[in-house]
């Protein structure tokens, strides 16, 4: 089985209750975005720290990590400026349910 790569885009809210709030005034926003982009995304979800959303993880069927980076910074939530932080790193799918098992 063919190991799946892409890459991993974590985002990190601002700390602070502004980018909490942005992120409520966001979300439909970046739902509708988000479909717009299924075909690019393996999977894509909010991170939680103790108290509550922390920032977002998206993993795209990218080419580069520029074409991740620019996907991510697309979204409602990159262009309203919520994120401190955005870490890019490529991904390879090795083992578990999500490719079937394992690749090698």
């Not at 974590?10 to 439909?28: L, N």
């Not at 932080?85 to 999500?98: K, T």
């Amino acid at each position: 089985m063919a190991r799946m790569t892409g890459y991993a885009v974590a985002c990190y809210d601002k700390p602070g209750p502004e980018a909490a709030q942005i992120r409520d005034e966001k979300m439909a926003e970046h739902l509708a975005h988000i479909e717009t982009t299924l075909d690019k995304l393996w999977i894509a979800g909010p991170l939680f720290g103790d108290a509550g959303v922390i920032g977002s993880l998206l993993i795209y069927k990218a080419e580069t990590p520029e074409e991740a980076r620019a996907l991510a910074m697309a979204d409602p939530y990159g262009q309203a400026g919520i994120w401190e932080r955005v870490e890019v790193s490529r991904f390879v799918g090795a083992a578990g349910d999500w490719v079937g098992g394992k690749t090698w």
